[in-house]
């Protein structure tokens, strides 16, 4: 995984303001930890805790605990589950930061566990955050890799011309809502972009929003 961006001073607020919270209502940081809590009546399997780094023998690399990984990790289960498990009821799934390989990629994902990921260094105050350029100079390049329970390896990147966070989410969001009002999305309820607009629109973003899908071999 590489990307470049910043964090606003809202996002950073929140961030605190949810520690914060969890570090009175022991409860809350259980359900804020569940990667199931929005898959109501369905337990899957142990998952990967996201708070261990670790030596990933699909990527050949060490890996660390990423900041967003608990807020994602939901959503990808909850779509599995509104679309009767087409990844398995046993599926696994983590995210993390790719920190490189040997003593150096070791070294450089334990700095980031016990939590340290989720000290953010942004001084920013919530209304303030990346201006334009720094909204357009940023991107980011993800691999997603999984193993099928019969050993194969699959491999995914998907890459942004934007930073990830204010420049690509908002032209995201911009093609998910022409994608509801345009592609016949109908069906009511809570879901996931994934689980309710599948294909359309990732054909949406990949010609109007600078993302791209791209088998990785």
């Known amino acids: 995984m590489a990307m470049k961006g910043e964090y606003s001073g809202g996002t950073v607020a929140s961030l605190k303001a949810s520690l914060e ?13 569940d990667p199931f809590a929005l898959t109501p009546g369905f337990r899957g399997i142990k998952q990967p805790d996201g708070e261990t780094p670790y030596f990933d023998e699909t990527i050949d690399a060490w890996v ?9 990790t939901k959503n990808i289960h909850r779509t599995n ?20 390989s040997g003593d150096v990629g070791k070294k450089a994902a334990q700095r980031l566990g016990g939590g340290k990921a989720y000290e953010l260094g942004s001084q920013a ?14 991107f980011y390049d993800i691999l997603f890799a999984g193993r099928t329970a019969t050993g194969e390896v699959l491999r995914l990147v998907v890459t942004g011309d934007q930073d990830p966070g204010y420049g690509s989410t908002s032209k995201m ?16 309820g809570i879901w996931t972009p994934a689980a309710l ?20 071999t």
């Open 21 to 33: 919270a969890t570090a009175v209502k022991p409860g809350l940081r259980a359900l804020l930890g």
């Open 64 to 72: 660390a605990p990423f900041v967003m990984a608990p807020i994602n």
């Open 81 to 100: 589950y509104l679309l009767g498990h087409p990844y398995g009821s046993d599926f696994q799934y983590d995210e993390m930061l790719v920190m490189g």
């Open 125 to 138: 105050k919530p209304g303030e955050g990346p201006n334009l350029a720094s909204r357009r100079g940023g």
């Open 173 to 188: 969001l911009s093609q998910a809502a022409l994608c509801l009002t345009e592609d016949d999305q109908s069906a009511g």
């Open 197 to 216: 607009m599948g294909d359309a629109l990732v054909d949406r973003l990949q010609t109007n929003a600078g993302v791209n899908f791209a088998l990785f």
